[in-house]
C-alpha cells in the first residue's frame, strides 16, 4: 500500500541553526514526492517536489530536500533555519502511473527557537 | 489573477443546518479535490473531481456531498449539519501528473 510516515510529530531548532524534517515513504515504482508548509489558519502552501533527476531538490523560502532511493527517504533541510520557519509541514507521494491522489503524512510541527 | 478561492472562512452554525462550502478556482484545472483537517493535524480526502460531472468519495467517509457542474467551482454541501462535522475544510486543485496542488485558504466550520 501507497503510505508517507514523518516519525516526528514535532522539531524543536535554534535559531540559526540547520533543520531537517523526516519523511519516509512506502510505494511500489518510482515516486513523486512533495513537501508543503501550512502556517496558523491558512491552506497548504507548495515548498517543492522531486520528479527525476537531481536527487537535492532546491524549492521556496530555502528550503531543500533530498531523495534518497536506497533509504526511499525525502528529508526536508534548510541551512540556516528562521523563527518565521515555524509552521506544520507535511510531506506527501504520488504513484506513478496512478492518478492524482496524494497521499499526505500526518505533519510534522516545527518550532523555530528564538 | 490565478487563484483559488474559498467562502466563508469562518461558520458557525446549529445542529441540523444545511450548509455549502464554496470553493473556486480561476487557474482552469480540470482536478479538484476536498480535505478534512483538525487543526493542526493530518489531511483527509473526502471528496475530488477530474472534470464536469465527475465527482469521486474519498478515503475518509463523509456525510457531505458535491457537485461540479463547472470546472471552477467545486462546492461541498451537507445537509444537517452535527457537532462532529466541526473541522476545517480545504479545497484544492490541480492540473495534470504529477503537478502538485494548489490549496485555498480553508473554511473553519463549528457546529453548535
Known amino acids: 500500500a501507497q503510505s508517507v510516515a514523518q516519525p516526528e510529530d514535532q522539531v524543536n531548532v535554534a535559531e540559526g541553526n540547520p533543520l531537517t524534517v523526516k519523511c519516509t515513504y512506502s510505494?511500489?515504482?518510482?515516486?513523486?514526492l512533495f513537501w508543503y508548509v501550512q502556517y496558523p489558519n491558512r491552506g497548504l502552501q507548495f515548498l517543492l517536489k522531486?520528479?527525476?533527476?537531481?536527487?537535492l531538490v532546491k524549492g521556496s523560502y530555502g528550503f531543500e530536500a533530498e531523495f534518497n532511493k536506497s533509504q526511499t527517504s525525502f528529508h526536508l533541510k534548510k541551512p540556516s533555519a528562521l523563527v518565521s520557519d515555524s509552521a506544520l509541514y507535511f510531506c506527501a507521494v504520488i504513484r506513478r502511473g496512478r492518478d492524482d491522489k496524494i497521499i499526505f503524512g500526518k505533519g510534522t510541527r516545527l518550532h523555530i527557537l528564538p | 489573477e490565478a487563484d483559488i478561492y474559498q467562502t466563508p472562512r469562518y461558520l458557525v452554525i446549529g445542529t441540523g443546518k444545511k450548509i455549502t462550502l464554496e470553493c473556486s478556482q480561476t487557474?482552469?484545472?480540470?482536478?479538484m479535490y476536498w480535505y478534512q483537517q483538525d487543526p493542526g493535524m493530518e489531511l483527509h480526502l473526502i471528496h475530488y473531481s477530474y472534470g464536469v460531472n465527475s465527482t469521486e468519495k474519498g478515503d475518509l467517509s463523509s456525510e457531505s456531498t458535491v457537485s461540479r457542474i463547472r470546472t471552477e467551482h467545486f462546492p461541498l454541501t451537507l445537509e444537517s449539519a452535527r457537532p462532529s462535522h466541526t473541522s476545517q475544510y480545504l479545497c484544492?486543485?490541480?492540473?495534470?501528473?504529477?503537478?502538485?496542488?494548489?490549496f485555498g485558504p480553508g473554511t473553519r466550520l463549528t457546529v453548535l
Open positions: 510505494v511500489s515504482g518510482n515516486p513523486y
Open positions: 487557474m482552469g484545472h480540470d482536478k
Open positions: 522531486y520528479i527525476t533527476g537531481d536527487n
Open positions: 484544492a486543485s490541480s492540473e495534470g501528473s504529477p503537478h502538485e496542488q494548489f
